[in-house]
């Protein structure tokens, strides 16, 4: 049977089966008719979101952060997409002229409970913090197993400026896997340096949804590929062997009824093995969001086909039954005008789109705001504003609304943000201004940094396996971190080549922690004050 011949089945909508499925046409000579993406959800994008109206207020769940230097399969993937808005450039050119023109040089990292903005240069580390990430730094990450944050460092890292900006910049949790925080500590080593300003970050135009996911489509829909939303994937049968080999996929779609679909000899299976937005469910300005923990559908998947081959398909458990450990709660408030925007403006010297992530340190959900550049939706227009922001702690009782944050609507989160800010002679007038605020609970949304064993992270093409391939932010990949847009492109990237037998090289992870100017930086940054 000839390449052009085979059908392709991805399981999950997301950025993986997006960027597995541009593979497939380009390097695996695929039909783009004969490629199928199946999806629960009416929308494709997975975690890369972004949605809404002005007249009912516009919602991200989160925001990926990208960086130029590292993400060198994200890249890859870009510079073969055409940009929807400019002629003849891809998303990547279009990406990073974007950048490049509106550069991050964040001037209010941290916030003191009196709205003082804090000077973070020096990292407030002790000669026992510094031994300790040293020590962690050449640790063998196979002795990591099932440690977390917490047991590895003492209690004065959990004060210091670098704990508040690397905790609240990529959402650990003192209970995270210190495992992960190693990678991260390596990876993304160039940041470290940088931190305090994060100048590394590099931005999209818009939300991910539209600067990314919406391109992707449309260069995958003039290719034919074939698109199943609202159908939901239930099962993968099996051989009768000791092989991995998936020969039909069990769905239930719109309508309620139950699909077989039969898996040819030569075709291939993507599974998107967990989804950290799972559950989620958005409030409103007088509504909080729900917390829904129940039976997340990807997990259910994961645990059913993993049970069918055991030691093989990884252990979704330490992910996927601990929601306590791994909600928090996030907003995105839409303004009538510019006016809360100007105040803050004022109030950090950071124009929209040139600051960062806004930590308020003693505030106890610990909530941190971010301002994109204006718009961040192109539905929005020159008259409508919006931010985003997300409290790490949200059981914890408001410092001024005096109620967990799980419990809170959109205004009393706003109520929260205005104090912290100190902007309470103007909370009448930026109240009037609010179009919605939207509060979002994500029960699983930290579930990849988990304490776990590292064989509970399945390889991306496990072994036996002929058409199977897991592409998620739960399958191993040697030196990548996770919670990137690059961990879900390197594993489709990974998936088709190991599968198809291509002589193709997948772009390998810059080792910069092994550079000599980046390690030298990384030790000023330790000592600095």
């Not at 290719?223 to 092989?243: E, Q, W, Y």
């Not at 950290?276 to 998947?301: C, E, H, Q, R, V």
Request: with cysteine; aromatic share 12%; glycine share 6%.
């Amino acid at each position: 049977m000839s390449k052009s011949n085979k059908h392709a089945y991805f399981v999950g909508g997301g950025l993986a089966s997006l960027a597995g499925a541009v593979y497939l046409l380009e390097d695996g000579e695929f039909k783009g008719e004969n490629i199928h993406i199946i999806e629960a959800l009416p929308i494709l994008g997975g975690s890369n979101d972004g949605a809404g109206t002005k007249k009912e207020g516009f919602i991200c769940r989160g925001g990926r952060m990208l960086n130029e230097e590292t993400y060198e399969n994200f890249w890859d993937l870009a510079n073969r997409i055409p940009s929807l808005e400019v002629p003849n450039i891809s998303v990547k050119d279009e990406i990073l002229a974007f950048d490049h023109a509106n550069p991050t040089q964040a001037k209010a990292r941290l916030i003191d409970k009196d709205g003082n903005i804090l000077p973070v240069t020096n990292m407030q580390f002790n000669t026992g913090d510094r031994m300790k990430m040293v020590k962690l730094f050449f640790a063998d990450e196979n002795d990591l197993d099932n440690i977390t944050i917490r047991d590895w460092f003492d209690d004065h890292f959990f004060t210091t400026n670098f704990w508040y900006m690397w905790q609240t910049t990529f959402a650990w949790q003192e209970w995270s896997s210190i495992f992960e925080f190693q990678r991260y500590m390596k990876r993304m080593l160039l940041e470290f340096s940088r931190i305090e300003t994060l100048e590394g970050v590099t931005r999209t135009p818009y939300n991910q949804y539209e600067s990314v996911i919406l391109p992707l489509k449309a260069f995958l829909d003039q290719h034919k590929v074939d698109f199943s939303l609202r159908k939901t994937v239930t099962d993968l049968d099996f051989a009768d062997d000791d092989g991995i080999t998936v020969t039909e996929i069990e769905c239930i779609n719109a309508e309620g009824n139950t699909e077989k679909i039969t898996v040819n000899e030569g075709d291939l299976v993507f599974f998107t093995n967990g989804c950290i937005t799972d559950n989620s469910n958005n409030g409103d300005y007088y509504t909080p969001a729900k917390y829904l923990p129940s039976n997340p559908p990807s997990f259910a998947l994961w645990r059913k086909i993993a049970n069918k081959k055991p030691g093989t398909l990884g252990n979704p458990d330490p992910f996927f039954t601990k929601p306590d450990e791994t909600k928090w709660y996030s907003f995105t408030p839409t303004f009538k005008g510019h006016n809360f925007l100007k105040l803050i403006e004022e109030y950090t010297g950071n124009k929209p789109g040139s600051g960062a992530l806004m930590t308020f340190k003693d505030s106890s959900w610990r909530m941190s705001i971010v301002v994109a550049a204006q718009p961040h939706f192109k539905a929005q227009g020159d008259d409508t504003t919006i931010l985003w922001g997300y409290g790490l702690y949200p059981d914890a009782v408001g410092d001024y609304v005096k109620k967990p944050m799980i419990d809170c609507t959109g205004e009393e989160i706003l109520t929260e943000l205005i104090h912290h800010l100190h902007f309470e002679k103007h909370e009448q007038e930026i109240k009037d201004s609010v179009i919605n605020v939207i509060p979002c609970m994500m029960p699983y949304i930290d579930a990849l940094f988990q304490p776990r064993a590292k064989k509970d992270r399945p390889a991306v093409v496990p072994e036996g396996s002929t058409n199977l391939a897991m592409i998620s932010q739960f399958v191993e990949i040697p030196e990548d971190m996770v919670f990137t847009e690059e961990y879900s492109v390197r594993a489709a990237r990974i998936a088709v080549y190991t599968l198809l037998g291509l002589d193709k090289k997948v772009t390998p992870v810059t080792e910069y922690w092994k550079k000599p100017d980046v390690l030298a930086k990384a030790i000023h940054t330790s000592y600095r004050n």
